[in-house]
């Protein structure tokens, strides 16, 4: 299975076949504190699943490391209560994702600049 992230609705528990494509969009909303996850939306013909996980925002620019860490952690949180309605063992992302925040906030080339 792949899995992508781009920006969208599934009812959880529900399971697909190994041919579908599980996949994340993602936005932002300022009036919220906590990560708001929608979905599934199935696209029977295509075999994509999609959520859409809304992160919280401040409603300014990101200017900093810590903020670009605090993204990562609502939206890798989002994806882990996504794959675990599926039944998918989630423990090595949950294990590893300080280690995958760090990395990516580390690589300059992960980051887009305005």
């Known amino acids: 299975m792949n899995i992508f992230f781009s920006q969208i609705y599934i009812r959880p528990g529900k ?9 994340f969009n993602i936005s932002a909303k300022a009036e919220i504190l906590e990560p708001e996850i929608k979905g599934p939306t199935v696209f029977k013909r295509d075999k ?7 992160l919280p925002h401040k409603g300014s620019k990101v200017t900093n490391q810590i903020e670009y860490a605090d993204a990562l952690k609502h ?3 989002g994806v882990v209560t996504v794959l ?12 590893n994702s300080s280690n995958l925040i760090e990395r990516v906030i580390s690589d300059p080339t992960m980051i887009e600049k305005e």
């Not at 675990?84 to 294990?95: A, G, M, P, R, Y």
């Open 15 to 23: 399971t697909y076949g190994v041919d579908y494509e599980l996949i």
């Open 48 to 54: 994509d699943v999609e959520f859409t996980i809304f």
């Open 75 to 77: 939206l890798l949180n």
């Open 84 to 95: 675990k309605s599926f039944h998918i063992d989630t423990l090595q992302l949950v294990e």
